[in-house]
């Protein structure tokens, strides 16, 4: 048997093969065409399924795959992008991306409207934003009266795409999180957010709990992929959370670190979930759980600053080389707050600084102070996570980050945790292909399957915790220091 994982990623489409004791076939993708103006980032939902339909096909064609024997595709990706369907189950214009911005105007109504501890005990978020699809159908609403008034059903992107192989219409739990209309707690759509940006329940798919069956894919959707209508379609969950499954981070006491342009962080909050943690919260991959997800947009998007205005021609390699002999820490402290903070302080005043620089200090101690202040970020993180009852026994390190060893290393001495690097670097598909195999029944639980399928290429045990135990200190009182300062 075989088992699909499809990645519907916003600037690629990812899908990749795997035998049933997950082997890797083959992996391909395929880029998102968006069309761009004034703010506004939409895409054709019905072409970019469409793409989905003939990369797999083309895969299984040319890997010479039988398509009888393939048991399940399981989908991820992004959360937010909507779909608007008239009541003959059409699109009624693009797809509107997360990216999309349209509706800053629409949040401030909406933030007016909610306190922000409502929020957070309903939705588990931190904050109105213009991502949320709430918002953009309000703002739909306001501006597109023929598109609204006419409306028949309102779909995420992954829920769309279950919807045009199975000709079922169902949504996922974990990303129905992030429509900003889902209550977390009691896993059924807020009215109060309905009403007011005026939606009926009548036009939201049923929800169903993540990683479950929608249904068998239809004839002419089989004949497309050159599959069986037996293929069983799996509504999978959140890219983040299959990057979990992935890397088997499926109990908790395990946080997956993504260190890409952005820093995401995932870990199995304790159960009751609290409805204040100030930690983005969400609905988890497994039933009746949740997941924390903090986000830090200064996350490597610093490192990769400072190497471009600062470094010249040096590479990512020459710098870790260099700063592999060296004594650290040094004296030099960065907060890398590039574009305000995230979470635990949400501050948008914050700034970026370097402190401690005398005329010896050079780009590489510059570059090392970087990476430090980004793992100092991370462990504030950590012991606000922990503050709220979740405990943290170690680090799952993925993204680019985790080519670095001397920032795993830091990482591990900073936050005093072990960080481990998984040898599968594309885990979202891997997780797909896991959930549909234990989904089938092959494994009894996530964790069989991550103890049979999952292995760690390397593992960074804290060396010097007590040595920067005084600096973080410093970062701390920094921090506040420069809130001070730049409220002057």
């Not at 109105?128 to 409306?151: F, M, Q, S």
Request: aromatic fraction near 10%.
């Amino acid at each position: 048997m075989y088992y699909i994982g499809v990645d519907l990623g916003s600037t690629n489409i990812k899908v990749a093969i795997y035998t049933q004791e997950m082997k890797l076939v083959d992996r391909q993708s395929y880029p998102v065409e968006y069309i761009r103006k004034n703010g506004f980032v939409e895409f054709d939902a019905d072409l970019y399924c469409g793409n989905i339909m003939k990369l797999i096909g083309s895969m299984i064609t040319s890997n010479q795959v039988d398509g009888t024997q393939v048991a399940q595709i399981t989908f991820t990706g992004q959360a937010e992008s909507l779909v608007v369907l008239n009541k003959g189950g059409n699109t009624m214009m693009n797809a509107i991306s997360w990216m999309d911005e349209r509706s800053v105007d629409e949040c401030e109504k909406l933030s007016a409207m909610f306190t922000h501890e409502e929020i957070e005990a309903v939705t588990g978020q931190m904050a109105v934003l213009p991502t949320w699809p709430a918002t953009k159908i309000l703002w739909l609403k306001e501006n597109r009266p023929e598109i609204y008034d006419n409306a028949a059903t309102y779909m995420m992107l992954k829920d769309f795409v279950v919807y045009k192989l199975t000709g079922k219409k169902v949504a996922d739990m974990s990303i129905a999180t992030f429509t900003f209309y889902f209550d977390i707690y009691e896993k059924k759509y807020w009215s109060k957010m309905l009403d007011a940006i005026g939606v009926s329940e009548n036009q939201l798919p049923p929800l169903v709990e993540p990683c479950t069956v929608a249904g068998n894919l239809t004839e002419g959707v089989a004949k497309t992929m050159n599959l069986s209508q037996a293929t069983k379609v799996n509504v999978g969950t959140l890219d983040h959370f299959t990057g979990m499954v992935g890397t088997g981070n499926v109990q908790m006491g395990g946080m997956t670190l993504s260190t890409g342009t952005v820093m995401a962080l995932t870990t199995m909050a304790a159960e009751p979930a609290p409805r204040d943690s100030g930690i983005a919260m969400h609905y988890g991959f497994q039933p009746d759980t949740h997941i924390m997800l903090p986000v830090a947009e200064s996350g490597g998007a610093s490192l990769e600053w400072f190497r471009r205005t600062c470094m010249g021609d040096i590479s990512y390699d020459q710098m870790n080389t260099e700063l592999q002999k060296r004594d650290l820490p040094n004296n030099l402290i960065f907060l890398p707050f590039l574009v305000g903070t995230n979470s635990p302080e949400f501050d948008t005043d914050a700034n970026g600084v370097f402190f401690g620089l005398r005329q010896e200090s050079d780009v590489y101690d510059m570059a090392c102070a970087v990476m430090e202040g980004v793992a100092f970020m991370l462990r504030k993180n950590c012991d606000h996570i922990r503050a709220k009852g979740t405990e943290i026994s170690y680090i799952i390190a993925t993204g680019g980050g985790a080519k670095s060893p001397i920032w795993c290393q830091l990482q591990a001495d900073i936050t005093g945790l072990p960080v481990v690097i998984p040898t599968e670097k594309e885990a979202a598909c891997l997780g797909c292909a896991i959930i549909g195999a234990v989904s089938d029944g092959l494994y009894a639980s996530y964790q069989e399957a991550a103890d049979k399928i999952i292995s760690f290429q390397h593992r960074y045990e804290p060396v010097d915790h007590a040595k920067y135990e005084k600096k973080y200190e410093k970062y701390c009182a920094l921090y506040e220091a420069m809130l001070k300062v730049t409220r002057l």
